[in-house]
């Protein structure tokens, strides 16, 4: 079976710009949780949705949003780039709600210049 | 406010060594805490999840363990070997509503052939 997966791999954008991530969960997980890992940190969690409704939002800015299809895949949103957007996102995915163990992706990696 | 700190940030040892990352936070009330491998610029790999009321788990070479009232955890890594290189990183859960993973800052090892 195929892991979570995330695309792009490498995504180099600038200021101002708006950015789309995307991840795939598991076949037959239903939550898809979203987290930034800025180098040398520990990953930080930005959103939670389960079954296409947000289930729970991290310390993030408007900017941030995403969103859950019928098929659980999700998109992770990022408008008006800026510098500190830079980073490894993270698509992590769990059988039920309460995320009792997630799996990740291998992630997006962000440049923002 | 849960925090979640690994000791030691970095660590080297030789091949074949028998190795213990350690995890503290600071809050008792967790639902559960899981290990997790990061190698440069990758996505998370998941290597143990310890419940609130196991005392240990164990995988291949790997052994966590979790003592809740004196908020430790920890990893343990027999006969190390080169590939073990990784930043190790350790997640704890909250019990409760508020069900989001708190991450400490990883410890780096390198394993020298």
């Known amino acids: 079976d195929a892991g979570v997966t995330q695309s792009p791999t490498h995504l180099i954008k600038t200021r101002g710009q708006q950015v789309t991530l995307r991840c795939s969960p598991i076949?037959?997980?239903?939550?898809v949780s979203w987290y930034q890992q800025v180098l040398g940190q520990g990953p930080q969690f930005i959103f939670q949705?389960?079954?296409?409704?947000?289930?729970g939002r991290g310390n993030f800015p408007d900017r941030f949003s995403a969103r859950q299809f019928p098929n659980y895949s999700s998109e992770l949103n990022v408008n008006a780039l800026l510098l500190g957007d830079s980073a490894l996102y993270l698509c992590?995915?769990?059988?039920?709600?309460?995320?009792?163990?997630?799996?990740f992706g291998p992630g997006t990696r962000l440049t923002v210049l | 406010k849960q925090e979640v700190t690994q000791i030691p940030a970095a660590l080297s040892v030789p091949e074949g060594e028998n190795l213990v990352l350690n995890c503290s936070f600071t809050?008792?009330?967790?639902?559960?805490l899981q290990w997790f491998r990061q190698d440069p610029g990758k996505g998370l790999t998941s290597l143990l999840l310890?419940?609130?009321s196991q005392r240990e788990q164990t995988s291949g070479r790997l052994n966590a363990s979790l003592d809740k009232s004196s908020g430790r955890s920890t990893l343990y890594i027999a006969a190390s070997q080169p590939g073990d290189s990784a930043t190790y990183l350790c997640?704890?859960?909250?019990?409760?509503?508020?069900?989001?993973?708190?991450w400490g800052l990883g410890t780096s090892l390198a394993v020298n052939p």
């Open positions: 992590a995915s769990s059988f039920r709600s309460d995320q009792n163990e997630q799996f």
């Open positions: 076949s037959g997980h239903k939550s």
């Open positions: 949705y389960y079954e296409k409704e947000e289930r």
């Open positions: 809050d008792s009330a967790i639902y559960n």
């Open positions: 310890i419940q609130s």
């Open positions: 997640a704890v859960r909250n019990a409760g509503n508020n069900r989001k993973l708190i």
